[in-house]
Structures are given as structure tokens and as C-alpha cells.
């Protein structure tokens, strides 16, 4: 079975407050994007593959994690191979290695004939990582707590999306404890961007996009993604924020001649650039 495994957007980020898990409360929303990874699953030796050697085909890697965890949830299903032929940058704050457990979780509930309901899914995915249960549904979404409670919203007006992943990778766990909640000064407004959901008003979400991550990089990370933000305010993109944990950032266009431009303009300086579209959710 091939099944795709969309990247993620976050076309806010928000940190709400540090729990005593030691996890922080968030409030995002989520936006699914074309640029996919390809996974195919086939009954095996529970093998997995990819084209990155350096990726970890072991127990650490998230597709692995994923069948064994609907193993453990449903009592369901033998070992499978998995073939991951990545497309979506690694480390990269659009949830690759999420996407890919979210794929999995979706194709053995084919494959085992479990029937089990998409918000199912989701509760075994974020034992997985808290990406996952928002990979499961895709599409736009806002997404609370760690990251599992989801609530769907009216999608993203389709639009094109230009991604750019600088030459240099952030650990998430740092990154969070640079955060000093109560010293945030700049937030997205996350409800502006709902409402404009509503709408239907791209450029209302556009412009109203935000994550607060963007304020705690170090000066000369936090200096290359206001550059690359910049190409692509030039080139006509309607907003432009980090993705996640970073480094990734996006612009979305309405015109597609403008994300071109953008994309050709980014490509002479970077090499990990993508021209992908809006997708929408799977409910
Ligand atoms: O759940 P996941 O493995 O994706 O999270 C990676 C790390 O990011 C966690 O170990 C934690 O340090 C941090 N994190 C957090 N709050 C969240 C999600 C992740 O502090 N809501």
C-alpha cells in the first residue's frame, strides 16, 4: 500500500504556559501542505527503510514507533516493512517524521481492517510524538495542549505555498527552554486568523501569522529567516512566518507567477526550497 505523508504548517505558534510535565501548553494552527514524503507498507519483517542512510531505521524512528504502537493499542496486525522515500526535509519544523507516523497509523488501520475512527488514531499517535494526532486529521486545524487536542476549522483558502529550509538544524528541547513564557512579547493572533478563517480571507491570515520561536534564536539564525522572510515579502507573498521548532519558513501567495519568482529567487542562494500548494484534511 503507498500512502502520502503531508508536511505541516504552522501558520501560528503560540506558547501558552510551561507544565509541570515539563511540557508547555500550546495553541497553534496547523496547515497541511503538498510537499509529502511517499511511505509504502507491505506486510514483512518489520523492516524499515529510507532513501536518507542517515536517517534511524530503529526503534527510534517515528514510522517504526507508530506500528508498534497500533500493535500494542488494537492487538492488531503483524510486523510490516515500511519504505519511507522522504521528501520533506528532516528537522526541519514541518513534521516530517510525524507525517510519516501519522501515514502509518492511517494505512494499518487499512490493512488490519480495525476500523478504528480518525480521533482513535490520533489518541494512539500522540503516544508517538505530540505532532502526530494533527498528522493523522491534516488539513487546517488548531491544535492545543501538547499538541493533541485538535479542533478542525474552515480550511485555508487554497493557496501557494513557498518553503525554505536553511543550511542548519534547532533541537526542539533546546529551543523551548530558551522560552521564558511570561517574557513573551510578540504573539500571534491566533484568533484574528481564526475569524478570518471564517471569511475565507487569505491575506486576513496571511498578515496576522506568528511564531513566538522566532523571538529566541540565536542572532544569526533569527537573522537568515528574516532574510529569507524578506525574498519572499518582496516577491509578493501575503505573509511569511517560521514553521515550528524551525529553521523552515514559508510565504504564502495567492498568485502563483509571485511564488514562482520566490522560488527561483530563494534557489540561487538556497538548496533546500520547495513550491508546493495547500492541501486539505482528510475529514
Ligand atoms: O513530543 P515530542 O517528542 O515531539 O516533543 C519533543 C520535545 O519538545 C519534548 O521533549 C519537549 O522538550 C518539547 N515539547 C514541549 N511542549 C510541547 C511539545 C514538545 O516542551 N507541547
Redesign the pocket.
Known amino acids: 500500500m503507498n500512502v502520502l505523508a503531508y508536511a505541516k504548517l504552522n501558520l501560528t505558534l503560540d506558547i501558552l504556559r510551561?507544565?509541570e510535565d515539563?511540557?508547555?501548553?500550546?495553541q497553534m494552527v496547523m496547515e497541511s501542505i503538498s510537499l509529502a514524503d511517499t511511505l509504502t507498507i507491505a506486510n514483512g519483517e518489520g523492516e524499515v527503510s529510507t532513501n536518507l542512510r542517515y536517517l534511524p531505521t530503529d526503534r527510534r524512528n517515528l514510522a517504526q514507533m507508530a506500528a508498534a504502537a497500533f500493535r500494542e493499542a488494537t492487538g492488531l496486525g503483524g510486523a510490516v516493512n515500511i519504505a519511507i522515500e522522504k521528501a520533506i526535509p528532516v528537522c526541519a519544523g514541518l513534521a516530517g517524521g510525524?507525517a510519516d507516523a501519522a501515514a502509518v497509523l492511517r494505512a494499518m488501520n487499512q490493512l488490519t481492517g480495525a476500523g478504528l475512527s480518525l480521533e482513535a488514531l490520533a489518541d494512539i499517535g500522540q503516544r508517538v510524538?505530540?505532532?502526530v494526532p494533527y498528522c493523522v486529521l491534516g488539513g487546517t486545524a488548531l491544535a492545543e495542549?501538547?499538541?493533541e487536542r485538535l479542533t478542525l476549522l474552515p480550511p485555508l483558502p487554497h493557496c501557494h505555498v513557498v518553503v525554505c529550509k536553511p543550511p542548519f538544524s534547532i533541537s526542539?528541547?533546546w529551543l523551548?527552554?530558551q522560552v521564558k513564557v511570561h517574557k513573551i512579547v510578540r504573539r500571534p493572533d491566533t484568533a484574528g486568523v481564526m475569524e478570518a478563517l471564517e471569511k475565507g480571507d487569505l491575506a486576513g491570515v496571511a498578515r496576522r501569522m506568528y511564531n513566538v520561536f522566532e523571538d529566541v534564536l540565536e542572532p544569526r539564525h533569527m537573522a537568515t529567516i528574516a532574510a529569507i522572510k524578506a525574498v519572499l515579502i518582496n516577491c509578493g507573498a501575503l505573509g511569511a512566518s517560521m514553521s515550528g521548532?524551525g529553521p523552515s519558513v514559508f510565504g504564502l501567495f495567492a498568485s502563483e507567477q509571485d511564488a514562482k519568482r520566490a522560488y527561483r529567487r530563494l534557489l540561487e542562494q538556497y538548496q533546500s526550497v520547495f513550491l508546493c500548494q495547500t492541501v486539505d484534511g482528510l475529514v
Open positions: 510551561r507544565r515539563g511540557y508547555h501548553d500550546l510525524s510524538g505530540s505532532d495542549g501538547r499538541g526542539t528541547p523551548f527552554s521548532s
